[in-house]
C-alpha cells in the first residue's frame, strides 16, 4: 500500500486549504488518518476516518478541520478552514490496517504555511 499526499502550500491567516491522500494497493478495512508535525516538535494526530465512516478528531483541529474518505477512489480529504501561524507544519497522511493481512503507510508528507 502506498500514500500520496497533495494539496499543501503557503495561505495567509484566516484561510482555507483542503489536502488529498490518495492510497494504492489492495486495501481492506481500515484507517486513514492525518498528523502534522510542526519544526522542533513531535508528530501530532489531527483526525481519523474509518473505511466505515467513523471519524475521530484532535481537539486542537475539530472547529476547524473537516475529514472525509471516498473508499471507492481510495482517497481521503482534510478540508482546513480558519487557519492559524501555529497550523504551520508539514502534514502527512497515514493508513493502517490492524488485522490480517496487516499494512500501514505513511505519506511523504506536504507543507503548509500560514502567514500572518
Known amino acids: 500500500v502506498q500514500l500520496q499526499a497533495s494539496g499543501g502550500g503557503l495561505v495567509q491567516v484566516g484561510g482555507s486549504l483542503r489536502l488529498t491522500c490518495a492510497a494504492s494497493?489492495?486495501?481492506?478495512?481500515?484507517?486513514m488518518a492525518w498528523h502534522r508535525q510542526a519544526p522542533g516538535k513531535q508528530r501530532e494526530f489531527l483526525a481519523s476516518?474509518?473505511?466505515?465512516?467513523?471519524?475521530n478528531y484532535a481537539d486542537s483541529v475539530k472547529d476547524r478541520f473537516t475529514i472525509s474518505r471516498n473508499n471507492a477512489i481510495n482517497t481521503m480529504y482534510l478540508q482546513m478552514n480558519g487557519l492559524k501561524p501555529e497550523d504551520t507544519a508539514v502534514y502527512y497522511c497515514?493508513?493502517?490496517?490492524?488485522?490480517?493481512?496487516?499494512?500501514?503507510?505513511w505519506g511523504q508528507g506536504t507543507q503548509i504555511t500560514v502567514s500572518s
Open positions: 494497493g489492495r486495501l481492506g478495512a481500515d484507517v
Open positions: 476516518v474509518s473505511s466505515g465512516g467513523t471519524i
Open positions: 497515514n493508513i493502517r490496517r490492524r488485522v490480517t493481512p496487516q499494512y500501514e503507510a
